[in-house]
């Protein structure tokens, strides 16, 4: 590896996975949001408080709600897969 390339690397800022909105999709790779990545770095931020993650992101998913179904109203996005994918995810796994 080249010294030109490891002081890109240094340089570079790590973008960080938000949502873009209204889409709910990352800004970064373009995966429904909360992709991959984000659900790393939640599960990171909100380690020690697991009952603060869950309320955030029940908060995010009634914003996404609002503003997918806002988009398409009149075939809006399926309930039960928004909870999945804000909510099923973040559960302790003795509980799924």
């Known amino acids: ?3 030109t390339s490891l002081d890109y690397r240094a340089t570079t800022p790590c973008r960080p996975h938000l949502p873009l909105r209204p889409l709910w999709l990352c800004r970064v790779c373009a995966a429904p949001w909360p992709c ?3 659900r790393l770095t939640l599960r990171h931020e ?8 869950s309320i955030y992101l029940c908060a995010v998913l009634h914003e996404a709600a609002a503003d997918l179904y806002r988009l398409n ?4 996005p399926d309930p039960a897969a928004l909870f999945t994918r804000f909510l ?3 559960r302790p796994r003795h509980l799924r």
Do not use: E, F
């Not at 909100?46 to 993650?53: K, Q, S, T």
């Not at 109203?73 to 809006?76: A, I, L």
């Open 88 to 90: 099923g995810w973040a």
């Open 73 to 76: 109203p009149h075939d809006g």
């Open 46 to 53: 909100y380690a020690h408080d697991r009952v603060a993650l």
């Open 36 to 38: 991959p990545v984000a």
């Open 1 to 3: 590896m080249s010294r």
